[in-house]
Nanobody
Framework: QVQLVESGGGSEQAGGSLRLSCVAS????????MAWFRQAPGKEREGVAT???????FSADSMKGRFTLSEDNVKKTLTLQMTNLKPEDTAMYFC????????????????????WGQGTQVTVSS
């Protein structure tokens, strides 16, 4: 089994920054890659950012230029630096890990991921 623990969420004003971190433990050798997802109240969980097994970074269009992903795939840690936050970024942010290899935009699909953290709340006020 794999455990994912997120940290770094909180409340911020629009235009501010937050840094989210995720650490994997347990049977981490089964993990190919980790990713960030988010879910706002009443909405579907959506992919935020991840790296595919070709080394390419994928992120949602609304986050490009504002969110930066950093990963250490040996230590199994994943960090999301969020800048210029907007009220629409308010959501529960989840760390996820997949145990299958994948390349391309498919890596932002929820169904690709087998392990999930409990989430960390991000609230952005206007």
């Amino acid at each position: 089994q794999v455990q994912l623990v997120e940290s770094g969420g909180g409340s911020e004003q629009a235009g501010g920054s937050l840094r989210l971190s995720c650490v994997a433990s347990g049977d981490t050798t089964s993990i190919y890659r980790m990713a960030w997802f988010r879910q706002a109240p009443g909405k579907e969980r959506e992919g935020v950012a991840t790296v595919d097994d070709g080394g390419s970074t994928f992120s949602a269009d609304s986050m490009k230029g504002r969110f930066t992903l950093s990963e250490d795939n040996v230590k199994k840690t994943l960090t999301l630096q969020m800048t210029n936050l907007k009220p629409e970024d308010t959501a529960m942010y989840f760390c996820a890990a997949r145990r299958v290899s994948a390349v391309g935009p498919v890596v932002l699909r929820r169904a690709m991921y087998h392990y999930w953290g409990q989430g960390t709340q991000v609230t952005v006020s206007s």
